[in-house]
């Protein structure tokens, strides 16, 4: 069974430090990671998927199949970063569904 | 963007009673719908995965004839919350899968917060 684990639930930074975001997963497949964010009072939202590789608001993460890790990350933390985030995973194909982690609140201070 | 609407989003009800909740893509179609369930600083946990035109697939443990979903056009997924009961309470959120992309991506409604007294 697919799992998505982020060890930690909370990360508390000030503005302009480096942030990482852990994520960890199981799948015996060929899995598609995606980072989500949930900013305060607003819905669930995509923030990145790792087949994109691009750079989202300045945030990156790199599918490590060696490690199966998916971790975010931003050299530069700003305040509006502050949410919640949470990694999933989907197996390949249409119809496949989303296995959520537990999610980990950022706190950014000015 | 893709925007996908649920109503009501906030609903109180005593206990015995159904409720219904809707999950509406305003500007796409969505051949795939999923329900989730999210409790108080917790992760989503997926209830099920509803297909148009077709019976929805449950996850292990969720009581189909508990949570009765019905996709009946590729806009609108609706899951209803029979004989509801304190336990029920949550939050409710659906997703929806764009068809015209074909991409994995979904779209998250702003969910529906369920109380039931």
């Known amino acids: 069974a697919q799992r998505v684990t982020q060890p930690e639930k909370l990360l508390s930074v000030f503005k302009g430090a480096p942030v990482e975001l852990k994520c960890n997963y199981s799948?015996?497949?060929?899995?598609?990671l995606f980072w989500y964010v949930q900013y305060s009072r607003q819905r669930l939202q995509l923030l990145l998927r790792?087949?994109s590789r691009e750079s989202i608001k300045g945030f990156t993460a790199d599918l490590n199949k060696g490690e199966t890790s998916f971790h975010l990350k931003k050299p530069f933390a700003q305040e509006e970063d502050s949410a919640m985030y949470y990694c999933a995973l989907s197996e390949s194909g249409a119809n496949s569904k989303l296995t959520f982690g537990k999610g980990i609140t950022l706190s950014v201070r000015p | 963007g893709a925007v996908v609407s649920q109503h009501p989003s906030r609903v109180i009800c005593k206990s015995g009673t159904s409720v219904k909740i809707e999950c509406r893509s305003l500007d796409f179609q969505a051949t795939t719908m999923f329900w989730y369930r999210q409790f108080p600083k917790q992760s989503l946990m997926l209830m099920a995965t509803?297909?148009?035109?077709?019976?929805?697939?449950?996850e292990q443990g969720v009581e189909k004839d508990k949570f009765l979903i019905n996709h009946a056009s590729l806009t609108l997924s609706t899951l209803t919350v029979t004989s509801a009961h304190p336990e029920d309470s949550s939050f409710y959120i659906c997703?929806?899968?764009?068809?015209?992309?074909?991409?994995?991506?979904?779209?998250f409604g702003p969910g529906t917060r369920l109380l039931v007294l």
């Open positions: 790792h087949i």
């Open positions: 799948y015996s497949g060929s899995p598609e």
């Open positions: 997703s929806a899968r764009d068809k015209g992309t074909g991409k994995e991506t979904q779209y």
């Open positions: 509803s297909n148009e035109g077709s019976k929805a697939t449950y």
